[in-house]
């Protein structure tokens, strides 16, 4: 049982890095001028929702197999999501939003955001990595 | 469908712009326009309504019986015209299916079922395809069909046979008003665009009658000659390049036939774009005033550039303005030269385009931002060289802008010159001096004078204008610059200038001040920019630009030149404050490249010399423009497209806005911007959305009703946005009648959303202007919205909610339309909640623009209407930009990161503007990346690429350049107190918006608190417990407080969210000398006006008087005063005023006779009166939107609005300026 909630998780987690490396990709697109904020802003808002879908599938499963660290370590980052999803204005297109991007530095502070989240998921995965091998092991 | 007699003459510089390869470009966007274009012929309901309005257009229609007869006639006349008309007229649908126009004509029966078998209909419209064949049988509709196809048979065979012909269908398919135009030869019928639409831009729209006239006559006797000359020639170039030579052959042939004043006009007309000397001091508005004068009737909106021409017919009453351009066959030639050139630029680079024809329509955005990036020297250079010399065979000194020969010498200018930094349009610190006194010999001493400028010479080896810049110096080194001198604020009461406060200049030595771009276009907070964003933090003073950049100029050089010099990395234009490290190299000031300079760049056509690339215009002037060549171009320019939306529901009707609407249009029809092949449509709405078709050769127009609302469709694919010229009688007519159509309507719904949806439908293949009337909230269909106001919480002092938009319908729709370079410009007059907050994204994000016009009445408010009429009359007169976008580089270590304006900001640095126009005004905010500590100078630039209402595209470009300092008090010293102001409110609004309003006040106290903190910390010597402000920002906190008690920032005063929002936007959007009119309104005393210190302008005296404190304690009831709020003028009259004066001013015997309503002087022979209106004038000479008059009497219900202005009082929700003075010195000693 273990060991199949960890090769979920490592699943879901492989999937959120390549959504962080996409984000990155895309966002640094934009700052080169290689597409423009209206196609970068709908691509990547498409993907907001499944991200914080992702991430909080994960970190309810570790609730519920009581893997209480795992769970504290993601809580944050799933708060994060979720509350980012529900402070967009009213009036805006959605996280990212065209008319803003280039404003006050926002497509820089989105830039750092994808990268700590990289580097969130990178940890998670060699943790969930390795606690699918003890798993494994212990069965 | 007709090509009557409304044709217009196609041979316009748009026409020219289509030469060589952009067709080639067009074609991916091409495909885009046809999905628009073609699928909607079918599909027409006819709901039941539709009955109701006919019996209004009966009426009309004996008159026009004759038009098919009348536009007969030229057709026959005129093979070459009358085919290409007819092809695509009479067979639209044929031209979007089959490219090759020749093979045949079919009926437009026909082609209707043909084009329904093409392409491919949703269930929807095929179903509708019946109904839309029977509506318009039944409307009389087919029988001027078939008339019209018989006609189109005849000339489809001259189509066939016409040599300009070649490729000419595939250019049509994608783009179809230009081809039109370009194979069009007009004849009598509308000659006068011919000349017209060639110079774009500088004619703004009103063309003088009897110069029109003139352009008749002398268009059609040189044409005729001119068209065969100009085919043998260019035939082998291809059917583009046909067009354009055919005019300048035409011009050229026409320099000797014409009569001195038709060549005057163009002459004149060119100049005032060219005119590259600064010989008239550019300056100040109240010069404007003075052209604009004797101009036949232009009126205050064609502000600046037709001040210029309008003194081509007379030319004698305008000596000033034109002297030196005098010389009718010289300039004749000129303007053939230009077209020459121009119709090289064409050609050469017609190869380069084929490259991205394969682009598809997303791509298409980006190259166009390539387009300005992309090398475009390099490619055209060699080829247009030659066709250069083939063709005007060394003409070139002749050349346009050049031509501007008349051009100063050096030397002679500098007089002028100099004065110009300093005087424009603000009069100089001395009391006496007066601005409108021209070019004088100001000459003041600069105070803010101060060392640091040594650099300079490092900085400039090789150029020669060195050795008189050091002479300069040595004025530099006084103790103190004046705007250091500490001010204690607390004490010194009488900190406002006498007259309006000038810009500080920046601290240059004296040839680079000369040439930097003037403070009203371009204006940086700190005119002393700080060494590092260490010391820039320190000065707690936002560092940032404020930008006019389509600002009416009287005088701007045009440069038309085969090569646009600029820097191979950043892309700079070459500009004044380059440096020449010798002959062949110049070196950037952006971004240090070493560039080489082209061949052709060291001819100077000004003194016909070589070897004087430093001599040149680009290089003389900071503010210039470049006539692009199609580099700069994803397609052929487009023409002006104008699309009425309207709002027709009950609540509309009762306000009576239509009328208004209507009538202002009627008038200025023929004055809007455009040429030969101005487009314009109207769409009205209430819970339906009704179209009308405005086709050439209907009887009387034609409405079109949908009511499918949630999937809205255009009930017809043409027709709908019709040529201006071929329908005009239509298009007066449906005005005539538009205001009485509905007054009996019941509808209360208003379907906005679906009518934006159906305008943007309409305008995406061309692009254009969507001029958007609301007068409530929008209750039907998408982007419907709900009332979010509670008035209880009008003058909560706490939380203002709901400043942000309640849905993304309208930004999305905006970016939408910005894609498709359609710019959406709202007018809300409405009396109730509307919302403002989420309609204003339509505009904001499309580069439109928002009128608002609170509790709206035709007639119970007539201060509204007449506000709205004058607004109106600009809007519709004022230039336009179209498929504009604008870029500001700085140099290298500077970095932008916020914009505020009305635009999208499509990539980093790149402002994407469907549609400019000279009332925007735009700011950024930078911040300093890098130390410029091995820098002595920064500079600016803005570049707008814009195509022009007569079809050019054409690039304006402003440079400024402002010294680094690196101490504290050298940035103090500099600082530009009112930019400071407008960045800040800028800044505000943005932080109200994303976060609270308390917030931004909070913000707001905080900058002004830390700045002086700051200051007097470095100021050692002070005393800590007085509160000084250096003498540059002596009356910083005074504006801010102005800003707290604005509409938009005040808290505890009831004030209507709409208001309020409507403030923000103005903020946002305006440019910054009417910002600050609107933040510090200026009050004169009026009742006692004398001639001391009076100026002349024109001859007539316009009295002085002082600015006087905005304070109750300075009104008096023996007195009477004017405020001039930017855009509207109070005149408060006291009760003991003195009787004199209400009788001569105001024609009224005393002062309880004057009406409560009173929007007019009259004009009285007595003094006072004359001195008063000769005043006001000169106030609303000064700016471009002519301001409302109100007359208000103590017991008169605008009372309020007057006093809330006065903001040094106190009121129950606000601080008094001195309390609020006192406020700050504590905060600061605590």
Known sequence: MESVVFIFSLIDCCALIFLAVYFIITLSDLECDYINARSCCSKLNKWVVPELIGHAIVTVLMLI????????????????NIYRFIMVPSGNMGVFDPTEIHNRGQLKSHMKEAMIKLGFHLLCFFMYLYSMILALIND | ??????????????????????????????????????PVQSPMQFPSGYGLHPPNYSVLSGRYSQVPNKAVSPHLDNQYRASYHSTYYSAPAQNVMTPSVATNVLNTQESQQLYNKTSPQTAGSTEGLTQGAISSASYLHTSAQQSYSAFGNHYSTSVSSSVASQGFPLNSDHYTMPVVSSAMYPT???????????????????????????????TFSSQSTAVPHSLQQHVPVGYNSTLPTVSSAQSVQDSLSRN???????????????????LQPVQSVSQKAQFTKPGVGTAASSAATSSMRTPAPGLSPEPRSTPSFTQSPESALQEGMQYGGYVNNQASSAPAP????????????????????????????????????ALEGGGYPETRSVTSSPVPAPSVPQPSKTSKPFGYGYPALQPGYQNATPPAPVQP????????????????????????????????????????????????????????????????????????????????????????????????????????????????????????????????????????????????????????????????????SYGEPHKRPEVQNSTVEFIASSDYMLRPPQPAVYLFVLDVSHNAVEAGYLTIVCQSLLENLDKLPGDSRTRIGFITFDSTVQFYNLQEGLSQPQMLIVSDIDDIFLPTPDSLLVNLHESKELIKDLLNALPNMFTNTRETHSALGPALQAAFKLMSPTGGRISVFQTQLPSLGAGLLHSREDPNQRSSTTVVQHLGPATDFYKKLALDCSGQQTAVDL?????????????????????????????????????????????????????????????????????????????????????????????AGFAVQMSIEESLTDTSLVCFQTALLYTSSKGERRIRVHTLCLPVVNSLADVYAGADVQAVVCLLANMAVDRSVSSSLADARDALVNAVMDSLEAYMSTASNLQQSVLVA??????????????????????????????????????????????????????????????????????????????????????????????????IFYIWIGKNCNNNFIKDVLGYPNYASVPQKMTQLPEADALSSERTRSFISWLRDSRPLSPVLQVIKDENPAKTDFFQHLIEDRTEAAFSYYEFLLQIQQQICK
């Open chain 1, 65 to 80: 197999s009581l893997h209480w660290f795992i769970f504290l370590l993601n809580l944050p980052v799933a708060t994060w």
């Open chain 2, 1 to 38: 469908m007709s090509a009557p007699a409304g044709l217009p003459p196609r041979p316009s510089a748009g026409a020219a712009a289509y030469a060589g390869g952009p067709a080639e470009v067009a074609a991916p966007q091409a495909g885009a326009l046809r999905r628009h274009n073609g």
């Open chain 2, 188 to 218: 009598v019928s509308y000659p006068s665009a011919a000349i017209d639409s060639v110079y774009g831009q500088v004619y703004t729209s009103q063309s003088l009658p009897d110069v029109g006239q003139f352009k008749q006559t002398n």
């Open chain 2, 260 to 278: 001195l004043t038709g060549s005057l006009t163009k002459a004149n007309n060119q100049i005032s774009t060219g005119g590259i000397d600064s």
């Open chain 2, 354 to 389: 084929l490259s991205s024809s394969s682009d598809d329509e997303e791509e298409d955005e980006e190259d166009e931002e390539a387009a300005i990036d992309s090398s475009s020297t390099t490619s055209s250079a060699s080829p247009v060289l030659n066709n250069y010399d």
């Open chain 2, 445 to 608: 001493s600069n105070p803010g004078h101060h060392p640091g400028f040594q650099h300079y010479q490092q900085q400039y080896p090789g150029v020669n204008q060195l050795s008189s810049s050091l002479g300069g110096l040595s004025l530099q080194h006084s103790q103190q610059p004046e705007s250091l001198r500490p001010v204690n604020l607390t004490q010194d009461r009488n900190i406002l200038p006498v007259s309006s406060l000038p810009a500080p200049v920046p601290n240059l030595n004296s040839d680079l001040r000369k040439l930097n771009c003037s403070p009203d276009s371009f204006r940086c907070t700190l005119t002393n920019v700080p060494q590092t964003q260490a010391l820039l933090n320190k000065a707690k003073l936002p560092l940032g630009l404020l930008l006019h950049p389509f600002r009416d100029l009287t005088q701007l050089p045009v440069i038309t030149s085969s090569t646009i010099v600029r820097c191979r990395s950043c892309r700079t234009y070459i500009n004044p404050f380059v440096s020449f490290i010798d002959q062949r190299r110049w070196k950037c000031n952006l971004c240090y490249r070493v560039n080489d300079v082209p061949e052709e760049f060291m001819y100077n056509p000004l003194t016909r």
């Open chain 2, 827 to 919: 007018f809300l007059l409405s009396s109730q909640y509307s919302d403002l907050a989420s309609l204003a994204c339509m505009s904001k994000y499309s580069a439109g623009c928002i009128y608002y016009y609170p509790s709206f009445h035709h007639i119970h408010n007539p201060a509204q209407a007449e506000k709205l009429q004058k607004d109106l009359k600009r809007y519709l007169t004022r230039k336009i930009g179209f498929e504009a976008v604008m870029r500001i580089r700085c140099t290298k270590g500077l970095s932008i990161h916020t914009f505020h304006g009305n635009f999208f900001v499509r990539s980093t640095d790149l402002l994407s503007l469907a549609n400019i126009n000279p009332d």
């Open chain 2, 1030 to 1127: 250096p003498n540059s920002l002596k009356l910083f906190p005074l504006y801010v407080l102005a800003l707290l008690k604005q509409k938009a920032f005040r808290t505890g005063t009831s004030t209507r969210l709409d208001d309020r929002v409507y403030a923000m936007c103005q903020m946002k959007s305006q440019p910054l000398v009417h910002l600050m009119k609107m933040i510090h309104p200026n009050m004169y005393r009026i009742d006692k006006l004398i001639d001391e210190s009076a100026i002349h302008v024109n001859d007539k005296v316009v009295p002085q008087p002082p600015i006087q404190k905005l304070s109750a304690e300075k009104l008096t009831r023996e007195g009477a005063f004017l405020m001039d709020c930017g855009s």
